[in-house]
């Protein structure tokens, strides 16, 4: 990983953020969270988990270095969601791209390795979210070393969640 001193803001080459469409009726809704047949395979996941986020916390800014997130914000909450690009190749290396997703903007955000990311729940309710990632946590019988390289803890980090 290089670190940019100072990231501007825009748009993070290969982020894809999608609004996830809700079918409405009269029990309530549905929505679809990812097709095999609209996803590049190099992305497509192998496992999934659901987390929660109590109102005013975050969770990360993780950086994984072979493993592309795919995380789905359906609610009840809404979230703040923080991109960085700290790949030294990229076209966007040195970009910071924010997002604003949740019960009032449903969305999917597929983050790959060496953006490093995080997300806060800004509403006032728990907020649920979903993740599907390409990679097994930990690996195969949870027996290999964790993809993810934490950021929360370290100190003059440069990705700060403002
Ligand atoms: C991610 C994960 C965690 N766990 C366990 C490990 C630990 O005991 C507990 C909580 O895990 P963590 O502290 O890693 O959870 P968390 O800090 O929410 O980790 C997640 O943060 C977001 C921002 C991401 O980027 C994700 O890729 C992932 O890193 O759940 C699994 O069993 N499987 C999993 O797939």
């Known amino acids: 990983m290089s670190v940019s001193p100072e990231f501007t803001r825009g748009k993070i080459h290969d982020v894809v953020v999608k609004p996830l469409g809700k079918f409405l009726d009269e029990r309530g809704w549905l929505a679809e969270l ?25 969770r990360g800014p993780h950086e994984h270095v072979d493993q592309t997130d795919w995380f789905c914000f359906i ?27 949740g019960i009032d903007a449903p969305m999917s955000v597929i983050v790959p390795p060496g953006v490093v990311h995080a997300y806060k729940n ?17 690996g195969e019988g949870k027996s290999s ?4 390289i934490r950021h929360e803890d370290v100190a003059g980090s440069p990705f700060i969640l403002d």
């Open 145 to 148: 070393p964790v993809d993810e």
């Open 122 to 138: 800004v509403g006032g309710v728990d907020g649920i979210v979903f993740n599907a990632p390409n990679r097994l946590y930990a």
């Open 34 to 58: 990812f097709r095999s047949d609209e996803t590049d395979p190099a992305t497509m996941p192998v496992m999934a988990y659901v987390s929660m986020t109590r109102p005013g916390i975050a």
């Open 75 to 101: 609610g009840p909450s809404n979230f703040k969601v923080y991109l960085w690009d700290s790949r030294p190749d990229s076209p966007t290396h040195g970009v910071k791209q924010t997002l604003f997703a």
